[in-house]
Structures are given as C-alpha cells and as structure tokens.
C-alpha cells in the first residue's frame, strides 16, 4: 500500500506552487547527504484565522502561522514531510458554525491543509463529534483531486479504526513516502493511529461498525497494534527504511483533563489507555519517531525502547510547529536531529490563506454576536462553579429541563476559567447577552443533550462516583472536580466529604420528599456520558447506570429532535434557544429561583457516624432480602420486644439474629463491627450463598487479634466480601459501633450482586 504525494490540482499562483513542492517526489540529489524536515501539528481545534470570533482578540498560533513557516522550511531542507495528528475539526466559533450550521459544507480546516500542503491527517478523537456523513466530508475535501479546492490532496491515514466485521482498517492505515538520496529510494512510512478511548467521548453512531482495536488486543495496547499488524508489514514488506508513528495520545500518566496542561515531564511507567505513546515505545522496535498529541502539551521527549534504541517524541501541544531534521546519507544511515518546537507567533500570517479563510470569519461573527436577550438582576459571583451552586451552572440546567422536559439535570461546568455570568454586567443593571456569551459559560458545543430514565439508586450512585473526583486539604479546603464531576439539579443533596467514598452523598429530597431507590426520574445529560461502554468508561457512567447510547432507557435525543435537530443537539446552542424563548415571552434573562440545593462539605456528616442498632441493623437487611414484604416466619418471643417485628421474626426463623440468650433481643443496643460481619456471614449462609467445604483466608487487618473468637469466621467472610472495610490504618475496630455510613457500604455490597 504505497502512497505517494500527489501533484497539486488547487488554483494557485506559481510562486505558491514552488513553496508547496517537496517531499514525496524531491528531484534526484546525488550528493553525499540529504536533509528531511519532519513537521507537526496537533489539536490546533479549528485555529483557522487571526482573529477569535467571540473576544476580537489575535490568534497567534493558527494555521496562518503554520503556512508562512513551512513556506521557510521548505526552502531550508531537499525534503519535507507534514502531519497533522488531530483534534481539527472541533473548538473555535468558525468551526463549530460549519460544522453545526452549514453541515460541514466546505470545511475550513480540509481547506487550511490542503493549501499548507500537509501529507496526512491523523485522526483526532474529536473528528468522531459529529456523525458519519458529516466527516465524510471533510475527508472527501481532503482527498478530491480536482480544481474545486485551492491546495494539494492530503491523505487520511489512521491504523486502528477498525471495521469490526472484517476486522480491516476503514482508512489507509499509513502513507510510504519516497526520496531521491543519491540516486537511491530511502522511503518513509507514516502510521496513523486514533486514541483508543473514542468510545468513552463519542457516540456510536459517529464510528458505527468499528472499533479502535483489533479483536483480541483485549489491553487497547498500541504496541499489540503494531508488533501483529503493522511492524512487518511497513518494515519487510514496504521496506521502510525510517518509520514515523503519528498518535493522537499522550506521552503517558494522567488522562487529560478539561483544560491545557502543563509542560512534559515525569511519564508514568503505569499502562494508560488514553495516554500511551511511552508505553508503546518502550514495549516495541522498529519504531524510529513518535508524533504525539491529544494532551495539550508542548514539547520534546525521548524514551528507550525494547532494545535500548532512544526514540524522539515531538507533541505540538496545540500551539506550536514541531521540527526535527533528519540527515540521510547515500548509504542509507541517517542521523536524527534535536527536535523543537517552533513557536507560531513569531511568524507573520499567511496572506493567501487569511483570504481563504476570511469568508469563514465574516459569517460567524454576526452568529455569534447576535443579541439574544437582555440580562438583569442581582447575579452572583461565584467562578468556583465546581464546589459551590452558582446561578451560572443553575442557568444551564434550566436550560438541559426547559430542552427535554425531564424532572432533574446533570451536568458539569464547562465555562471558561473564572468566569460567571455577572461579569456580563458589570456595574450595568441591565446588559445583552449573546451566543458568544453563552460559549463562555459552556465552550463544549459538541455536548449533545439528551434524556435518560435513572433510578434514585442510579443518581445516587452516579454522585458517588462523582464525588470521589474531590479531595480536603489539611486546612479543609476542597479542591478537585473535571469533567467527569457532574452536579445533579432538582434533586437536593449534601456532599460530606469526610465520609467514606460510596456514602458520601447524603440527605436526597426531591420536591420535599426524601428520593427512594426503585423511584424514577427523566434526566437531562449530555452525550459523553451515554458514550461510555463495557470497552470505554473513562469516567464510570456506564459501570454505575448500565445506560448507553442504544439503551431503552434513552428517552429523547436532542440531535434527532424536531425542536433542536437543525443545531445538532448542542448544548451551548440549546442554551442559546432557552435565553431566545425567554425573550421571545417579554421576559429579561435573571437569575433562577433555584428548584434545589446542593452544598459541599469537607467534614463528616453526623447522621453517617450516629451507630445503628440491631433492631436498625435486622430491618435494613429484610428491607435488602425482601423489599419490605412481609415474610412467613416463625414469631420471635422475645420479651423486650413490645409488638411483633417481620423483619426480627425474619431474622430469628433464618439464624441471622437470636438474641442474647436470655430471651432478650436487645433492640436498642447498638450493633458493633463484629457482630455485623456475623450476622452478614449468617444472611448470606440463609440465602445460599455463604461458603461452604473447607475454607479459610488470610485476616489482613491490623488490629485481627482483637476480635471476639466468634466472630473470626465472621472476620475471614468479610475480607472475601467486602462488606465493611479497615480504616487507612488498616484497623478494622471489631468492637467499635457500626454506623450507619458503614451499614449503608454493606448494603451497596448486597445490592450490587443483585
């Protein structure tokens, strides 16, 4: 599969045509060395002109400035070769109003390349947004060969976006490249790989049929990519004598989060699915450069691989222009250069291209800056929208249930750093507000709103799982919270952060009644949630709710709908609609009367630590068996008791609770950590599933020596269990007080194997 650079078929001038030669097909070169320019881009999200649509404010690192630098680069080197890695179609208001209002119809960013003259185009998470005829577009752009776009054809290349039937990429998986060096072919091969992850952002419709991987690379290695598919193949079969793996993944450790990051620096050795291009280096050979991208860092790196071989790594980190020169020699051998990365803004913008792109520019800023609505009231000024309920997050869920008529809402914030809509006003008591403004407090238009049936037992989980994100400071301050945080309105809850993660959520009422678990509730969210899958679940959506995107628990699709379907579904532009409607009714857009509340809270909550007692201990776990109905057992006489009990007659019938012996029950004494995990080893003995034969395990905990001898099978079954856990000590306090955030993380235990 030999691709070569085609000849250029756009309308430009001579002299743009000379600056956009070189590369695949340089002329013959006999002398004794020949020097290759290796050029990247990545994540440069739709930066296709000088001026931002919504502030005014200068572009410095757009694709302008790439035009103009490759024009020197060019001149400097025999040859050249120029990728972009991704994320492209998606980020600024010039593209999200083709993407989203002209369906993608003449597509800046396929124009940008092709008049730049990029060999390939690796693909980028955020190409999969939006849906597959949509990207078809823009790939057809790239590829058309006639005089309809200014520039040269760019190839598409990407090696692990797999059809899943025939298990065969659904795109050029590389693009060999040749030149001229001494009279001899030294031939590049260029391999584009996608990140693993897309199906944790991105709806299946928008890759339907394919996945990321092959089958059977159960670890969605890169490196299992390329030593079983694609190492012989470039390697023995194109006889490639240099090898460029472009990825749009990270070099390593955390997952990228909603913001730039800082610059490189320690990699983690650990696996990282989303992040993996040190993995991939370290685990492989054959590997001579790695393109990195996706995390938003600028920089230089380099990692050994399986045989010691150092291997640069350059990552644009959506700003800059990579460089690494490689000198060939007549031989074959070549010697790597010292990477770096070019800074854009000390480059002057492309004339031609601004031209181009102008158009583009002078249609979205009325978009964009078209008055919706009036802005008054007494706004607040809260930007920490992460630990506090602000009226700017509040704004946007009225918006998800004014769009989908659901009960509740989740979502994130999304706004722009620092930012709260009472900066619109100022000291103004009145002021506009635009679609512009809108992207401040929600920059993620590709954010599809949709509405999913939750149980309270689903919500409740899901903030659970939310809330772990958090993280106390000695002095009590809170911090932590991303995209994956999301906040729950119309349902009214406190977060006590010194609880337990799993019962850290507390006291949920929803229209002044405490929410149950079996309850139902219509919820607005957004479509990075229902992305996640059993293959993809970055931020655990799928693993607590089950609820995907083909699920009957999806109720309403925003991008399908008849209301919102013309606007793709997107959430920044519902909001947008919502303000429209507000003001279509006479009504100027003031702060909503909350319909819940929410709070925060570092310390430990009481109603948690309050002990439970055995009569609370035994009716929790009847309630847990038998859905509060009543049970056919045997009549506990126990004189303590004043009135019959199913869940103590439960209990006695099935050995769970016998009393002390006395003829006592003891309702009212509270149940201690030991006398729990016996009474949890004897409910699961009645309901077969307790242990049974020969068994025994290792009792970790710290203080083991101090529990009763009765209660050391007790112990052993708990470990294997889970259903209580050891402090960050590693004590288990056998005698202390079971509280009631302890009883709950048993029951969560119970209800999962349900």
Not at 432 to 445: A, M, T
Request: glycine content about 10%; some cysteine.
């Amino acid at each position: 599969m030999n691709h070569c650079k085609r000849v250029l078929a756009g309308a430009l001038s001579a002299a743009m045509l000379l600056g956009l030669s070189g590369g695949a097909l340089a002329a013959d070169k006999k002398s004794d060395t020949f020097t290759l320019g290796i050029y990247s881009t990545t994540d440069m999200h739709g930066k296709c002109y000088d001026l931002n649509p919504i502030t005014g404010k200068e572009v410095t690192n757009s694709y302008l400035k790439v035009a103009t630098a490759m024009k020197a680069e060019r001149e400097a080197n025999d040859g050249t070769i120029l990728i972009d890695n991704g994320d492209i179609i998606q980020g600024t208001p010039i593209i999200s109003y083709n993407m989203n209002m002209e369906g993608g119809k003449d597509n800046p960013m396929a124009i940008c390349l092709r008049y730049i003259g990029y060999d390939a185009l690796v693909l980028g998470n955020h190409e999969f947004n939006f849906s597959q005829d949509v990207q078809q577009i823009f790939y057809d752009m790239l590829s058309d060969e006639t005089d309809r776009y200014p520039g040269t054809p760019v190839d598409v290349v990407c090696a692990n976006y797999i059809d899943v039937k025939t298990q065969e990429p659904k795109m050029d998986p590389y693009k060999v490249m040749t030149f001229q060096v001494g009279g001899k072919d030294f031939k590049v091969g260029i391999l584009g790989l996608e990140n693993v992850n897309v199906p944790n952002w991105d709806l299946p419709s928008h890759y339907e049929g394919a996945d990321f991987v092959h089958e059977g690379n159960t670890e969605r290695s890169y490196a299992y990519e390329w030593v079983n598919y694609w190492q012989k193949e470039l390697r023995e079969e194109q006889k490639c004598d240099f090898v460029i793996v472009s990825a749009h993944s990270g070099e390593g450790g955390d997952a990228v989060g909603a913001g730039d990051q800082g610059a490189v620096g320690d990699v983690s050795a650990e696996f990282n699915k989303e992040n993996q291009v040190a993995h991939l280096i370290q685990n492989t050979t054959g590997i001579d450069m790695v393109v990195a991208g996706h995390n938003h860092v600028p920089g230089v790196s380099t990692f050994q691989n399986a045989d010691g071989k150092d291997v640069p790594v350059v990552n644009g980190g959506t700003s800059t222009l990579t460089k690494t020169v490689v000198t060939i020699k007549k031989d074959g051998s070549f010697t790597i250069g010292q990477s770096e990365n070019l800074d854009l803004t000390g480059y002057e913008n492309d004339a031609g291209l601004k031209a181009l792109m102008e158009p583009y520019y002078e249609r979205t800023v009325p978009f964009v800056n078209e008055e919706i609505g009036t802005l008054s009231g007494d706004w607040d000024s809260v930007t920490d929208l992460f630990h506090v309920e602000s009226d700017t997050m509040n704004l946007v869920h009225e918006a998800q249930l004014w769009a989908t008529g659901a009960d509740v809402s989740l979502a994130s914030p999304v706004a722009n750093k620092d930012f709260c809509i009472s900066q619109l006003l100022g000291s103004k008591a009145k002021g506009p507000i635009s679609l512009k403004d809108c992207y401040s407090f929600y920059k993620y238009d590709n954010n599809l709103l949709y509405m999913v049936e939750m149980t309270g037992r689903q919500l409740k989980d899901w903030l659970e799982d939310c809330v772990k994100d958090y993280t106390v400071a000695e002095d009590g301050t809170i911090t932590g919270g991303g995209f994956g945080t999301d906040q729950l309105y119309g349902i009214s809850y406190d977060v006590y952060l010194g609880n337990p993660e799993g019962v850290r959520v507390a006291n949920l009422v929803y229209q002044g009644k405490p929410v149950t678990a079996e309850q139902t509730f219509k919820v607005a969210v957004n479509s990075y949630r229902l992305s996640a899958n059993a293959a993809g679940d970055e931020y655990g959506w799928y693993a607590v709710t089950g609820i995907t995107m083909g699920s009957d628990k999806v109720l309403w699709d925003g991008s399908v709908s008849e209301e919102f379907g013309s606007i793709g579904g997107s959430v920044t532009l519902i909001i947008a609609e919502y303000i429209k409607a507000l003001t279509a009714q006479g009504k100027e857009i003031t702060p909503p009367e909350p319909r819940s509340l929410w709070t925060l809270n570092a310390a430990t909550s009481a109603e948690a630590l309050a002990p439970v007692t055995r009569l609370e201990f035994v009716e929790a776990l009847y309630q847990a068996q038998n859905d509060g109905k009543p049970a056919a057992a045997a009549v506990a006489d126990f004189t303590d008791l004043t009135e019959n009990n199913d869940a103590v007659n439960w209990a006695y019938t099935h050995g769970i609770a016998a009393g002390n012996g006395e003829g006592q029950f003891l309702p009212d004494a509270p149940v201690t950590r030991e006398q729990a995990v016996v009474m949890l080893l004897r409910y699961d003995v009645a309901r077969e599933q307790g242990p049974s034969g020969a068994w025994a395990t290792r009792v970790p905990y710290t203080d083991a020596a101090n529990a009763s001898a009765w209660a050391s099978e007790a112990m052993m079954w708990n470990v294997l269990k889970g259903y209580l856990s050891a402090d960050a000590s590693g004590n288990f306090r056998p005698q202390g007080d079971l509280t009631a955030a302890d009883l709950d993380a048993a029951l969560a235990v119970l209800a999962a194997e349900q």
